[in-house]
């Protein structure tokens, strides 16, 4: 079993559309989960993070992790057509060595 | 700032041969992160530099790979002799000390044939 299981997709919606990424994870001992953002031939880019469980929001974005059932999610409200990228959540034990999921493909369509 | 800087943005090369990928980390970030991306696999971390001392590298897959960081502004990942199963994206990425926040570049798209 994978570390860090994501739904690879594609996930394709209509502009506007909200958008569910979510991920599960296998180790409690992982505290900082976070979101990269990979647009196509691309560096991944840090979207969000957030430390133990709790719900953090940015503009459009909202980052959730309930730790009780190792569960992280994403949600981008009024999804846009250049919101189309891979999508890869990520795990920490604060010792910054990342363990990433496999990324979920997103496509918004105009 | 210019921010992490790859070099050669792709390689292509034959089986057996020597390869050397480079990164210049963001000024001031004193840990810096090799990653490999392939469609299998997905993004996984082969070795971890802070302060210019290798921290983690149970990640390098075999004994044909090894990296470097002789100064705090360049890091290599080498690759000797390659072969086909190498063919991935290799990114580097480099974070401040205590920062969770890691930069990525813009990766070296490597084929080996």
């Known amino acids: 079993q994978k570390e860090v299981e994501q739904d690879p997709g594609p996930l394709s919606v209509p502009e506007g559309a909200i958008v569910s990424l979510n991920c599960t994870y296998s180790n409690s001992a992982f505290q900082y989960f976070m979101w990269y953002r990979q647009y196509s031939r691309k560096g991944p880019e840090l979207l969000m993070y957030?430390?133990?469980?709790g719900n953090k929001e940015d503009g459009r974005f909202t980052a959730q992790v309930d730790k009780s059932s190792k569960y992280i999610s994403l949600f981008i409200r009024d999804s846009q057509p250049s919101d189309s990228a891979t999508y890869l959540c990520a795990v920490d034990n604060a010792g910054n060595m990342l363990t990433f999921g496999g990324g979920t493909r997103l496509m918004v369509k105009p | 700032d210019a921010g992490v800087i790859q070099s050669p943005r792709h390689e292509v090369t034959e089986m057996g041969q020597e390869v050397t990928l480079r990164c210049k980390p963001i000024?001031?970030?004193?840990?810096l992160f090799w990653y490999r991306q392939t469609m299998m696999r997905g993004l996984e971390l082969l070795i971890y530099f802070n302060n210019n001392v290798p921290i983690d590298d149970s990640g390098m897959p075999e004994d044909r790979f090894s990296a470097k960081m002789p100064n705090a502004s360049f890091s290599t990942l080498k690759i000797q002799p390659s072969e086909p199963r190498d063919s991935a994206v290799y990114f580097c990425?480099?974070?401040?000390?205590?920062?969770?926040?890691?930069?990525f570049g813009p990766g070296t798209r490597l084929l080996v044939l």
């Open positions: 957030t430390y133990s469980s």
């Open positions: 000024s001031g970030h004193n840990s």
């Open positions: 990425a480099s974070c401040e000390g205590g920062e969770e926040t890691q930069y």
